[in-house]
C-alpha cells in the first residue's frame, strides 16, 4: 500500500492538467485534479473556443454583403442579436465543461472542486482536507493582466468579454498582441465602432514584418481603426454609462467598453510555492528541466505556467511527454521548432517557422518568394480583400524555413504545410507538388521567382 493518497494531484483543469490526468491514469497511476474555476482552462472557457465562436459570427456580416453578387436577395437587412451569439456560445462552453469532466471520471481519476494550496511537498490544501501524492503536478496555466492607472478597474479583460450584458456599440481594445487583433476584429465585424490602441508603431510583435503591415492594411478596410504609438493613461465612467478614455497626448475617446488584451501573467500567485522553495522566474514563471520538474524533486510544471509557447497544442504535447518519461524513465521529448500558429483575425493570419527577419539574423542564405492577391471570391463579391502568401527559403539548402499566409482559412492551410516543414521539405519539393485548382493554397506551389535575396 502506498504511503499517499495519490500517485498524481494535478493543480488545474486546463488542456495540459486534463491531458496528463488521463494518461496518468491510463498508465495504472491513482490520480487526482483539483479545480476551482471550470473544466477545460482558458482554451475551452474564456479563450479558444468561444473566441473561435465569435470570429465565426463576426464572418456573416460580410457575407451578407456579399451574397448580392452571387444572385441571393435576403430581402430586407441582417440584423445582429448580441444575446443570441453569447448564450449559444456559453451553451457549447458548457457543453465542453462536461465532456472535460466525464473525460477525467471515466478515466478513473478524481475530480475535486475547489482552490488547492501546496501545503508541502507532497501535501495538497482544498479548503480543509489535505492530500498527499508522490508527485504534484501545477498546471495553471496564465491570466490576463491589467496595468495599473487611474480607471483601470472599468477595465474588461478577455475573462469577462464572452459574458457582457450588453453589446457595446463602441469599442476600445488596447494591445498588440494576437488577442487584441482578434477581438478587434470580431467587434468590427459584429458592427461595433472599433478602436485598437497599440503603444508602439506596429502590432504582433515577433511575426514576419510582411505579414504585420499587410494585416494593419486589411484591418484598415475592416472599419478597425487603429491607433499606433498611444497610450492609455486613464478612464473616467460617464454619467450616461460610457466611457471617457484619456491618452498621454492628451487627447480622449468615448466608448461603452476598454478591453485589455496586454499580456498574461503566470496563475501561481496563492499556490504556496515560493514557501516550498520552488524557484520562480522573474516574470512568475515556474522554472522546470527537461522533464518538467521545478527545483523541489516532487513538483512538477507544464503549460503557460512555465513561460514556454502559449498553446493549448504544446501544453497537450508537454502533457503526453511528462507521462510518457514517468513511464519510461526517458527524457520527455519536445521539439519546439516549426510549430504552426494561427491568429484569427479577418483575414486570418497562419505561419510556421522562421520569420524573414529572424532568417536573416541567424545567418541564412534566404530567399523569399511572395504572392499578394485577390481570392476568387471576392471577383466576383467586389470586395477589396487580399491575401498574402510568403515562402522563405535557405538558399544554400534550398530547404524551406519559414511559411507564412494572411487569408481566408490560413490556419488550416498552413496546418498541413506544418507537416512538410517537419518533415524537412525543399522548395524544389513545393515545386514538384501539383496543387489543387482552383484553390488558394496552390500558390504556395506555384511561386517560382523569388522577390528577394
Known amino acids: 500500500m502506498s504511503e499517499y493518497d495519490f500517485d498524481l494531484f494535478v493543480i488545474g483543469a486546463g488542456s495540459g492538467g486534463v491531458r496528463a490526468s488521463r494518461m496518468a491514469a491510463a498508465n495504472g497511476m491513482r490520480v487526482a485534479v483539483a479545480e476551482d474555476r471550470y473544466m477545460g482552462g482558458t482554451c475551452v472557457n474564456v479563450g479558444c473556443v468561444p473566441k473561435k465562436l465569435f470570429v465565426y459570427g463576426s464572418g456573416y ?5 456579399d451574397a448580392g453578387a452571387y444572385g441571393w436577395d435576403a430581402g430586407k437587412a441582417a440584423s445582429f442579436d448580441w444575446a443570441i ?10 457543453r465542453l465543461n ?12 478524481t475530480v475535486i472542486n475547489g482552490r488547492a494550496i501546496l501545503a508541502g511537498r507532497h501535501e495538497v490544501r482544498v479548503g480543509e482536507d489535505i492530500y ?3 508527485r504534484i503536478l ?4 496564465g491570466w490576463p493582466v491589467v496595468p495599473e492607472f487611474p480607471g483601470s478597474e472599468l477595465a474588461i479583460t478577455s475573462n469577462e468579454v464572452f459574458s457582457l450584458e450588453a453589446f457595446p456599440q ?3 481594445v488596447v494591445g498588440g498582441g494576437y ?11 459584429l458592427g461595433a465602432e472599433t478602436y485598437l490602441s497599440y503603444r508602439r508603431d506596429l502590432f504582433l510583435r515577433g511575426f514576419d514584418k510582411d505579414v504585420r503591415t499587410f494585416t494593419r492594411d486589411e484591418m484598415t478596410k475592416k472599419r478597425v481603426q487603429l491607433r499606433f504609438n498611444h497610450n492609455v493613461t486613464a478612464i473616467d465612467k460617464q454619467a450616461d454609462g460610457s466611457l471617457l478614455v484619456r491618452d498621454d497626448s492628451g487627447d480622449t475617446l468615448v466608448v461603452d467598453a476598454v478591453l485589455f488584451a496586454t499580456g498574461r501573467k503566470p496563475n501561481t500567485r496563492g499556490l504556496g510555492l515560493e514557501k516550498l522553495g520552488v524557484v520562480l522566474h522573474k516574470d512568475g514563471t515556474i522554472g522546470v528541466d527537461d522533464n518538467f520538474r521545478s527545483s523541489v524533486t516532487s513538483i512538477y510544471a507544464l503549460g503557460d505556467v512555465t513561460g514556454g509557447p502559449e498553446l493549448t497544442p504544446v501544453a497537450l504535447a508537454e502533457a503526453m511527454a511528462l507521462v510518457k518519461h514517468w513511464k519510461t524513465g526517458k527524457t520527455a521529448e519536445i521539439d519546439y521548432n516549426n510549430i504552426p500558429t494561427a491568429v484569427f483575425c479577418q483575414p486570418n493570419i497562419g505561419t510556421v517557422g522562421l520569420t524573414e527577419e529572424e532568417a536573416r539574423q541567424a545567418g541564412i542564405s534566404v530567399e523569399v518568394y511572395k504572392s499578394d492577391f485577390r481570392a476568387m471570391r471576392h471577383t466576383v463579391s467586389g470586395r477589396d480583400e487580399r491575401t498574402l502568401m510568403k515562402l522563405v527559403v535557405d538558399k544554400s539548402t534550398d530547404k524551406v524555413v519559414g511559411v507564412h499566409m494572411v487569408g481566408a482559412d490560413a490556419g488550416e492551410i498552413i496546418q498541413g504545410i506544418a507537416v512538410a516543414m517537419k518533415a524537412g521539405a525543399t522548395k524544389s519539393v513545393f515545386d ?3 496543387g489543387i485548382h482552383p484553390t488558394a493554397a496552390e500558390e504556395f506551389v506555384t511561386m517560382r521567382t523569388p522577390v528577394s535575396t
Do not use: P
Open 98 to 109: 462536461g465532456i472535460y469532466r466525464n473525460l477525467l471520471g471515466n478515466s478513473g481519476v
Open 61 to 65: 456580416s460580410e457575407s451578407f454583403e
Open 432 to 434: 514538384q507538388t501539383i
Open 179 to 189: 488577442i487584441a487583433v482578434e477581438f478587434a476584429g470580431i467587434f468590427a465585424g
Open 138 to 141: 501545477v498546471a495553471t496555466g
Open 132 to 134: 498527499t501524492a508522490e
Open 85 to 94: 451569439l453569447r448564450d449559444n456560445t456559453a451553451k457549447e462552453v458548457a
Open 170 to 172: 463602441r469599442i476600445l
